[in-house]
């Protein structure tokens, strides 16, 4: 576990200009859209093996592209910019059986059922290999933290859209201040066969990128996402049938 402390201010946290802002690793790949999402659309992010840089080489293995994890998100705002998608509390959380490359291969979260807590606020632009995850605490839902959660650029499906994660994450304080989560079991993943060595490598250069941007006290997201409250009534979403049948069009 890595810590920095940014500039050490919350109001110190700049933003990056549209040439900075995926960074020298971030894809930079804008999709042509053939729909966008209303705000409060139910819709379902899903995990998918597989998806991004660095495959599996031929042939792939069997779980390759396969959904493996979903929830139900409410739809804040689809807009050229970013994708912003809500978990609410109590959503329903979806697993796929299967012999998955985990040591007991079951997905790590397969105990759980729903959300638990407050919901969880998700903030990513079309291109960038991490979402920004909002996260609040205690009974006056005070703001926690952002979670830079390295997943992979979005892919829109017919129900929602597909990602992986890419297990590092980064926790940045409401001061500015931060700490690396998960960059010691990435070379586990390596030997459960889920990760390739090369996307090992790219995650970790993502990493170091995204702390050298943090060190300098810069964000590209509104701060100002952290005072969002949802709408009354977004709570307890629940899966739609068949979710997992539905093709990932990436894979």
């Known amino acids: 576990m890595q810590t920095g402390r940014g500039d050490g201010s919350h109001r110190g946290l700049v933003g990056w200009s549209r040439s900075e802002r995926r960074g020298p690793l971030g894809s930079g790949r804008v999709r042509h859209v053939t729909h966008r999402w209303a705000t409060g659309d139910l819709i379902v992010r899903r995990e998918v093996l597989g998806l991004g840089p ?102 829109r499906t017919g129900i929602g859209y597909d990602t992986q994660d890419l297990e590092l994450d980064i926790v940045v304080g409401p001061d500015g201040s931060y700490v690396v989560k998960d960059e010691e079991v990435l070379d586990e993943r390596v030997a459960e066969g889920r990760y390739t060595a090369d996307l090992v490598a790219w995650v970790r250069a993502l990493g170091d990128d995204l702390r050298a941007q943090l060190d300098t006290g810069r964000h590209w997201w509104d701060p100002t996402w952290a005072a969002w409250e949802p709408p009354i009534g977004w709570s307890d979403a629940r899966l739609p049938p068949d979710w997992e049948a539905v093709p990932c069009p990436a894979t």
Request: charged share 15%; net charge negative; aromatic share 14%.
């Open 54 to 155: 660095h495959p599996h080489g031929e042939p792939r293995p069997l779980w390759h592209g396969k959904a493996w994890e979903a929830i139900p998100v409410h739809v804040v705002e689809d807009s050229p910019e970013q994708l912003v998608t809500y978990v609410s509390s109590g959503a329903e959380i979806g697993f796929v059986g299967g012999a998955w490359p985990t040591p007991d291969g079951l997905h790590p979260w397969h105990a759980k059922t729903h959300w638990e807590g407050h919901g969880c606020l998700m903030v990513q632009r079309p291109g960038d290999p991490y979402a920004v995850w909002h996260f609040w605490t205690g009974p006056d839902r005070d703001f926690a933290c952002w979670y830079l959660n390295l997943q992979v650029d979005f892919v």
